[in-house]
């Protein structure tokens, strides 16, 4: 899919809902709450604000959010069952319909105190994300953008599974072309001026062998390591990419917080 300016700023629309939807979840991400309470705030935001989620329902995932806290990867499914405590790290992964177009981004929140190790894993995780929008330029092809994650990711002896990548995004929540973590240089899709895609490191400080739980939904590391998962929805243009989804809204609310 190519976009046109005018969808490309729709799509934009749509994500910086999802921002403002993640930073409404960050001021209630306090240790006890439990994942079903931060999914019933998002809903509730998101249909207040105009929106639909574009999760909920989507291949039959029952909710809003994926939240996935510490060793689970991604596609987590909020539950009453799962209460966070000091030291955990928590990805939400958020996903928006506005006027027709999607939005999507995800967020690793660190919940009070974290250990050294987990800080290193999401600081890695978020530089990865950037330097692999680095190489989001028309020309460039997407074997680009995975080389520069994975080499980056791999150089602190962390890894990325290959079975979960980003994705284009824009009139369908998972459009062409797929956008893997890893790749080699100058392979892959030719990236074009107008496409839009989400580029999600999605990384685990351990092996990159994952597994399934039995709802069918959640991923986990399959030797029990932390993950943390970052993503940002971007468009392409003739010079640098433009990020549609915004952190800054997320991390002003973290840093205010009490």
């Known amino acids: 899919m190519v976009y046109s300016l005018e969808e490309i700023e729709k799509i934009r629309q749509a994500d910086l809902m999802v921002s403002r939807t993640l930073a409404e979840v960050a001021k209630y991400l306090v240790p006890g709450v439990n994942s079903k309470k931060l999914d019933t705030i998002a809903e509730e935001f998101i249909r207040d604000n105009g929106g639909i989620p574009a999760f909920k329902g989507y291949y039959g995932f029952p909710a809003t959010l994926c939240i996935s806290e510490n060793n689970k990867v991604v596609h987590?499914?909020?539950?009453?069952?799962?209460t966070f405590k000091e030291g955990d790290i928590i990805s939400v992964d958020c996903g928006v319909i506005l006027d027709g177009f999607f939005g999507d981004s995800a967020y690793t929140f660190a919940l009070g105190e974290i250990s050294s190790d987990a800080k290193k894993l999401m600081e890695v995780t978020k530089e990865s994300l950037y330097r692999g929008i680095a190489q989001a330029k028309a020309g460039n092809r997407v074997g680009d953008i995975g080389y520069a994650i994975q080499t980056y990711?791999?150089?602190?002896?962390?890894?990325v599974p290959r079975e979960i990548t980003g994705h284009g995004v824009g009139r369908h929540l998972h459009e062409e072309p797929s956008i893997p973590n890893y790749g080699r240089r100058g392979n892959g899709k030719r990236l074009k001026a107008g496409m839009v895609i989400a580029i999600e490191p999605m990384v685990i400080a351990g092996s990159k062998e994952i597994e399934i739980l039995d709802d069918d939904w959640t991923i986990v590391s399959a030797d029990g390591n932390l993950a943390a998962h970052y993503e940002h929805s971007l468009a392409i243009t003739e010079n640098e990419p433009i990020i549609l989804s915004d952190f800054s809204i997320i991390e002003y609310v973290l840093k205010n917080k009490n």
């Open 76 to 82: 987590g499914i909020p539950s009453e069952n799962v």
């Open 153 to 159: 990711v791999e150089s602190f002896g962390y890894s």
